[in-house]
């Protein structure tokens, strides 16, 4: 009996069918793959998070500055 199982829209045929050694490595081949994949996707999202966060952390500093001056001023 043949299992078919699917993965990010690609179809492995059951490592039995494949034969077990082979098949494996090949989905797990696959799978470092994805995984490299999305991990690209997710440090290059916290890193434009980071960038962002620091801007804001960078406007607020400015903000309070500003506000500091007022107030010594007055």
Same mark, same amino acid.
């Given at each position: 009996?043949?299992?078919?199982? /699917?993965?990010? #829209? !690609?179809? *492995? $045929?059951?490592?039995?069918?494949?034969?077990? %050694?082979?098949?494996? @490595? &090949?989905?797990?081949?696959?799978?470092?793959?994805?995984?490299?994949?999305?991990? /690209?996707?997710? #440090? !290059?999202? *916290? $890193?434009?998070?980071?960038?962002?966060?620091? %801007?804001?952390?960078? @406007? &607020?500093?400015?903000?309070?500055?500003?506000?500091?001056?007022?107030?010594?001023?007055?």
């Amino acid at each position: 009996i043949e299992k078919v199982f /699917r993965r990010s #829209k !690609k179809t *492995i $045929r059951s490592p039995v069918k494949m034969g077990v %050694k082979r098949g494996m @490595k &090949e989905i797990l081949k696959q799978m470092r793959e994805e995984i490299r994949e999305r991990l /690209r996707g997710v #440090k !290059k999202e *916290i $890193r434009e998070v980071a960038e962002s966060q620091k %801007k804001m952390m960078r @406007k &607020e500093v400015e903000r309070m500055k500003e506000e500091l001056k007022k107030e010594e001023e007055k």
